[in-house]
């Protein structure tokens, strides 16, 4: 769904608040979550939004020039096809996305990110049985993935750098630094 459980966010924001970045791409933002909750704590942040589905784009304002832009950038493409250097940044949110593509999708995704020069990484994903299809006829909601948290240890760990890891009852989240 392009919302997002509450678990995890509080402990995303104190990374997001010891980090401070001045770049951010948020990969599927579905309705702008973390550009919510992050931009009133740093200014003058670019916000750089990759969305397949361009129907969210209009419907959760995500691009609007009527208030405040939540991002200073969108683009509407499967991140699979992105180029590099959408990744080349201080922060790259992949929030509530990666179980929406194949684990070696996920995978090579995650590698990409980090070859481009992404500095921090943030992941959420489901860490609990989580089947979901189609919504609202958007059929990039559907989950193709289940993380397992340990999975998506070895996974980060793999890219170097260091890993901080939240688990919760339904999220686990993951940061990962390059430093």
């Known amino acids: 769904m392009p919302t997002s459980d509450a678990e995890g966010k509080d402990w995303s924001l104190e990374r997001f608040r010891r980090h401070l970045p001045n770049t951010v791409t948020d990969v599927g933002p579905g309705e702008g979550t973390y550009a919510k909750l992050f931009r009133p704590v740093h200014e003058g942040v670019w916000w750089t939004g990759i969305e397949i589905h361009r129907p969210y784009i209009k419907k959760y304002r995500l691009n609007s020039t009527k ?17 590099g250097h ?16 194949e684990r070696d ?27 979901q299809g189609e919504v609202d006829g958007n059929p990039h909601e559907a989950h193709l993935h289940q993380w397992d948290p340990d999975d998506m240890d070895q996974v980060l760990t ?22």
């Open 86 to 101: 959408l990744f080349y940044r201080d922060l790259v949110i992949f929030g509530d996305l990666l179980e929406h593509v």
């Open 158 to 179: 793999r890219l170097g750098g260091r890993v901080e890891t939240f688990r919760g009852g339904t999220l686990g989240c993951w940061w990962w630094n390059r430093g």
């Open 67 to 83: 208030a405040r832009k939540m991002y200073d950038e969108m683009h509407v493409e499967d991140v699979r096809d992105s180029p």
């Open 105 to 131: 999708d996920a995978v090579a995704l995650l590698q990409r990110a980090e070859a481009a020069g992404a500095w921090n990484i943030l992941v959420s994903v489901p860490i609990v049985d989580s089947p």
